[in-house]
C-alpha cells in the first residue's frame, strides 16, 4: 500500500485549489489599521500596512454592538493577497458626519483619500500597499498612502486632491472603481446618466 502523499499527479491534474479565507481589517481610533479579533472589545494586533490586488469595492451595512443604533455604513475594499487563498477585507466607517465648522454632512477624510487614490491605479492588474497617515492641523483626520507596486517594487505614492464631502461623491466613486474592476454599479438612480 503507498502513501497517498507520495504518488505523482499526472501532469494533466492541476493541484486543489486552496479554500477561500478572508481577513476583516478595520481602522481604530488612532488611525491604525488593525486585525479583527473575536469581538469588537477584543481586537486583534494592528498592522503597519496591507498589500493586495483590488478585486471587490462596495458599501455595506455592517451591525454596530449597540442595538439601538443599528446598521452602519462601510465602504469595503476586498483585496487579494500573495498568499493563495487569502483575501483581505478592509472596512472602513463611511456614514456621513456633521462637520463641525460648516455643519454639512461629510464623508470621512480616510474614506476620500482611499478613493481618490484607487481613482488614479490600474485596479485590474496593478498591486498596491494601503498605509494610513495623521493629518495635520490644517488638515485633520487620517488619511490613506496608496503606493502602487510594480514587479515587486514600490513605486512614488500617489498624490492626488482628496475626493469631494458628499454622499453622492462617495457612490460616484464607488460606481467608477467598481466599472474599472469589471463590476457592475452599486449606485443607480440618480447617476444613471453617468455610467454610460
Given at each position: ?137 490644517a488638515y485633520a483626520g487620517v488619511f490613506f498612502r496608496v503606493i502602487p507596486i510594480h514587479s515587486g517594487e514600490e513605486l512614488p505614492e ?39
Amino acid at each position: 500500500m503507498t502513501s497517498s502523499a507520495l504518488v505523482q499527479l499526472p501532469s494533466w491534474a492541476p493541484p486543489a485549489t486552496p479554500e477561500l479565507t478572508t481577513q476583516s481589517i478595520g481602522l481604530n481610533r488612532d488611525g491604525e489599521l488593525y486585525i479583527y479579533g473575536p469581538t469588537p472589545q477584543a481586537p486583534g494586533p494592528t498592522v503597519p500596512s496591507i498589500v493586495g490586488l483590488a478585486v471587490d469595492l462596495e458599501v455595506v451595512q455592517l451591525a454596530t454592538t449597540d442595538a439601538t443604533q443599528g446598521g452602519r455604513d462601510y465602504l469595503r475594499l476586498t483585496l487579494m493577497t500573495g498568499i493563495p487563498g487569502e483575501r483581505l477585507a478592509l472596512q472602513l466607517p463611511c456614514n456621513e458626519r456633521i462637520s463641525p465648522t460648516t455643519g454639512q454632512a461629510t464623508t470621512p477624510s480616510h474614506v476620500r483619500s482611499l478613493l481618490s487614490g484607487l481613482q488614479r491605479l490600474d485596479l485590474v492588474s496593478e498591486a498596491f500597499k494601503l498605509q494610513t497617515k495623521r493629518g495635520t492641523r490644517a488638515y485633520a483626520g487620517v488619511f490613506f498612502r496608496v503606493i502602487p507596486i510594480h514587479s515587486g517594487e514600490e513605486l512614488p505614492e500617489i498624490i492626488t486632491p482628496i475626493l469631494g464631502r458628499t454622499r453622492s461623491d462617495l457612490e460616484i466613486a464607488v460606481n467608477g472603481l467598481r466599472q474599472a474592476l469589471g463590476l457592475p454599479p452599486q449606485f443607480t438612480s440618480p447617476y444613471d446618466e453617468l455610467q454610460s
